[in-house]
């Protein structure tokens, strides 16, 4: 069974920093490609980074460049996503995605990150 596992969402002050997790089992983490993806409350979805199953950062959104980053440990089976500098147009939920170069994909649940004073 397939599973991903966002963590390390919450409320934080405008100007602090988060690092989200997203865990995977049942996949062979290596041979996917991991985008982390966020939605605000009445928006789209979007993507807002993307990393190569080698570790190759593949997108970041123009609007969170300089701000935001991610990286992976293969080890872990774990992707992460720093968030640095967070404003509150950053609330959303951030959900990870895990995409097969053959196009199969999985969700996480997504976790939800709240930007305010």
């Known amino acids: 069974q397939v599973q991903l596992v966002e963590s390390g969402g919450g409320l934080v002050q405008p100007g602090g920093s988060l690092r989200l997790s997203c865990a995977a089992s049942?996949?062979?983490?290596?041979?996917?490609?991991m985008d982390w993806y966020r939605q605000a409350q009445g928006k789209q979805r979007e993507l807002v980074t993307s990393?190569?199953?080698?570790?190759?950062?593949?997108y970041v959104a123009s609007s969170e460049k300089g701000r935001f980053t991610t990286s992976r440990d293969n080890a872990k089976n774990t992707v992460y996503l720093q968030m640095n500098s967070l404003k509150p147009e950053d609330t959303a939920v951030y959900s990870c995605k895990a995409r097969h170069r053959l196009g199969h994909a999985y969700w996480g649940q997504g976790t939800q990150v709240t930007v305010s004073v």
């Open positions: 049942g996949i062979i983490f290596r041979d996917y490609n």
């Open positions: 990393i190569g199953s080698g570790g190759n950062i593949n």
